[in-house]
């Protein structure tokens, strides 16, 4: 049976039965998280982008559980730096690893590590384990992409940011559910602070009045099976 955790903000742990991953592990200073970083473990780490707000608590987890970081070129550059075990992909990358196979999207955004000097593309994560598709975008605007990835893959799970400012608000990931076309829908990125509060059970309302989807609004500090 295979679990997800919510730490608040795009930070997610998912064990598969076999093995933990973690996604964007921003515990530290993240105003939603339930517990510390230090009390997280994993086997690998999948990271979006450079941004403090997805970086977060990478390299202290890693270098504590000897994980593996899979992330883009660039940023597995800045790992190797920091001493951090890590697999280099890139966007349209497709790898299968012990815990799972992953694909990199691209992500409309920035992705520089704050006070490194290193610019780096940000991408999303396509993540497979058991018969399961998750989709975790990362930070993004909605893009045509997303069509493209809802035809070619029947996807479970979607994680989306709805917080607008940074990201997609509710209406752009109403329309990125509708091409992506995931079975079930998870918010992200939003209420962390006040610039990117926002209801999440409105776009539920919405998201299922108006397509096949069911939305799951998760607090942080939740486990749910998926
Ligand atoms: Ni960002
Ligand atoms: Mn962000």
């Not at 079930?184 to 108006?210: C, G």
Request: charged share 20%; aromatic share 10%; glycine share 10%.
């Amino acid at each position: 049976m295979a679990s997800l955790t919510y730490y608040g903000h795009s930070a997610f742990g998912i064990d598969t039965g076999s093995h933990k991953v973690l996604i964007d592990p921003f515990i530290s200073g993240n105003p939603q998280a339930t517990l510390s970083a230090d009390q997280i473990n994993c086997d690998a780490i999948l990271l979006t982008h450079g941004h403090g707000d997805h970086l977060g608590d990478t390299v202290a987890i890693a270098r504590r559980c000897g994980a593996l970081v899979v992330t883009t070129y660039e940023l597995a550059g800045f790992m190797d730096s920091q001493d951090v075990k890590n697999h280099p992909m890139h966007i349209g990358g497709f790898h299968r690893f012990d815990f799972g196979a992953v694909k990199l999207t691209p992500a409309f955004h920035g992705g520089a590590v704050e006070g490194a000097d290193i610019a780096c593309a940000p991408c999303g994560f396509l993540f497979f384990f058991n018969n399961t598709c998750l989709f975790h975008p990362g930070d993004t605007s909605l893009t045509v992409e997303f069509e493209l990835i809802g035809r070619m893959n029947r996807i479970d799970i979607a994680l989306l940011p709805i917080g607008d400012n940074f990201t997609m608000g509710p209406e752009d990931a109403f329309e990125a559910v509708r091409m992506l076309k995931p079975k079930k829908v998870v918010p992200m990125h939003y209420n962390t602070w006040e610039l990117i509060a926002q209801d999440p059970q409105s776009f539920k309302s919405r998201v299922e009045s108006e397509t096949d989807a069911k939305v799951q609004v998760v607090e942080p500090g939740a486990t749910v099976e998926i």
